[in-house]
């Protein structure tokens, strides 16, 4: 391995710092931190001004976020989702064992749709875990259906995981042709890493459900005289406003999938192409401002309430990791830690190394905001490195490895379920339980992905 440049140096031991911050204390926003680690390394080792540094803001996944957690704010704000959370728990009427199938359905619809996982939990968790007590199931077992079903879904285009990823993934996507990589179209890129986080977390949090007492309480509901208005209570009629908010949402998915198809492409002209994208590819974002000034002309929705909902946190930690990696890159310690994953990975093992050290580092830290950022832009480096192997394989190992550990109490997710779990539950086993359990996964993450992405090259 060829010596390191001071400026390598530097900006690996300014990152190392950073996600150690991040880890030690969550409170802080490490986006505010990396953007002076990256101003600080760029100007004084990498001969980069201030100003320079600061335009490496991505401002497009900006744009992307706040549309779309906007029109979703606005939907969680004028009770749209909860209304319909309470509608479809209700479809299992009396039998009382369709409900958790009802959950995890709901729950990847939601976060399907465009709310994200942050969102959903942040949404259903008070509700799902008081279903938990009403119906006599454990509070862990319902953490993991919750966490596994949000986690699963959130890398779809629509949702903000899925936008960070995406955003990555088209800036690589030209330097990872060239290497002999098939990106392929890249909005159907973005459903298959979708699916294969999908597949990922139905193997783990949802086999864990099933086999840790979840299929044991769903067979001993034949028994169960519960009535579904003990369990959810008939909400009011959708109004008005929230009727316009459901069309808006339905349009918004319309709008990201129609125009991929060959069926409906050619409808799509060039002019309603530069009016939802950028004339060749939709923009999630673009089509969320839209439809957001929609509903809030015709009074649908709180602007104020809106902004509040959106994920300020999350996208200024995602902005300023941005910039710390881009000085990363350009002061050369991008190459160097390359080199060092190279050094204990082959091109089928990769996965698994991958899987375990995004999950490690997420354990303490943000998933979006901090590891994904943080690894994904290594990866045309490692396939150079390497010599091969599959670079939507390691995409998903990352994205996969990085949010397999959610249900840890240390994560939003975990701490979240055990906030709103019943008194009569045990607090400080279920911490324990969440414990084990998240820090076990980013073992079994890394196996999975060594097996699903290595091995059988999903």
Known sequence: MEALSSAAIASLVGIVIVVGIS??????????????????????????????????????????????TFLFGIATTNGTMEKLTAKAIRLAKGNTALI???????????????????????????????IANRIGMKAFLMTL???????????????????????????????????????????????????????????????GFLVLGGWTWIRNQRTSSLSIDDIAPKPEPFDKKQWMTLGSIAILVLLVILPSLSLTKPFFTPMIMNLIGNGKVTN?????????SI????????????????PWSVIIMVGGMGILIDVMDKAG???????????????????????????????????????MPMFLPLVPGLV????????????????VGSHLVDTSPLSLFGAMCIACADDKEDKGKLFRQLLIWGFSMCIVGGILCYVFFGLLEL
Request: glycine share 10%; no cysteine.
């Open 23 to 68: 880890m030690y204390n969550e409170d802080l926003n490490v986006g505010i931190i990396a953007i002076a680690f990256a101003i600080g390394i760029g100007s004084l080792f990498a001969n980069l001004s201030a100003v320079k540094i600061m335009q490496a803001w991505p401002v497009d996944l900006f744009m992307v976020l706040t549309g779309v």
């Open 100 to 130: 958790p199938l009802i959950i995890f359905i709901l729950i990847t619809i939601i976060t399907t749709i465009g709310p994200g996982n942050i969102a959903t939990v942040t949404l259903m968790a008070p509700v799902v875990m008081a």
């Open 145 to 207: 259906l919750v966490v596994g079903a949000a986690n699963g879904a959130a890398f779809s285009p629509i949702a903000p995981s899925g936008i960070i990823s995406n955003s990555f993934i088209a800036k690589m996507a030209p330097q990872l042709e060239a290497m002999g990589q098939h990106m392929g179209d890249l909005n159907m890129l973005a459903w298959k890493i979708h699916l294969n986080s999908e597949i990922a977390q139905l193997a783990a949090n949802i086999g």
């Open 284 to 292: 999630v974002g673009a089509i969320a401002f839209l439809l957001s």
């Open 295 to 310: 509903l809030l002309v015709l009074n649908a929705g709180d602007s104020k309430a809106a902004v509040k909902a959106v």
């Open 333 to 371: 310690g991008l190459n160097a830690m390359v080199g060092l994953i190279a050094n204990v990975s082959n091109t089928t093992s990769i996965n698994g190394v991958l899987a375990v050290a995004t999950g490690f580092i997420s354990s303490f830290s943000s998933s979006s905001g901090v590891v």
């Open 384 to 399: 150079d490195q390497l010599g091969g192997g599959n670079a939507i394989a390691m995409i998903s190992s990352i994205d």
